[in-house]
């Protein structure tokens, strides 16, 4: 029902900058929040930052918190990923994921309805 379009991935030298852009279409559907999750090889996924449609209220985890922002056009349904200071241990594929229900909890995956198909993100050093 919504369809997710990453883009912005792609080879940074560390200490460098990257953003990351995800588009929420579909017939009828409210955002409620989105979010960004990442997997690094042999790793489990893991919350990133996420924002809620309606505040504007962010959550970060404590890895990214200082260097990242979320954010997000409402009038388009896209929420972006400002990474900055970027390290080789922020290497993953970045997943894009959008809530259409209210969910106290922004951080789990089972917050998410909807999963964009991931951008790679490559940080050398």
């Known amino acids: 029902q919504v369809q997710l379009v990453e883009s912005g991935g792609g080879l940074v030298q560390a200490g460098g900058s990257l953003r990351l852009s995800c588009a929420a279409s579909g017939r009828s559907f409210s955002v409620y929040h989105m979010g960004w999750f990442r997997q690094a090889p042999g790793k489990e996924r893991e919350f990133v930052a996420s924002?809620?449609?309606?505040?504007?209220?962010?959550y970060y985890s404590d890895s990214v918190k200082g260097r990242f922002t979320i954010s997000r056009d409402y009038a388009r349904n896209t929420a972006f990923l400002e990474m900055n200071s970027l390290r080789s241990e922020d290497t993953a594929v970045y997943y894009c994921?959008?809530?259409?229900?209210?969910?106290?909890?922004?951080?789990?995956?089972?917050?998410?309805?909807?999963w964009g198909q991931g951008t790679q993100v490559t940080v050398s050093s």
């Open positions: 924002t809620r449609w309606s505040t504007g209220s962010t």
């Open positions: 994921a959008a809530g259409v229900r209210w969910s106290p909890h922004l951080s789990i995956n089972n917050a998410y309805d909807y």
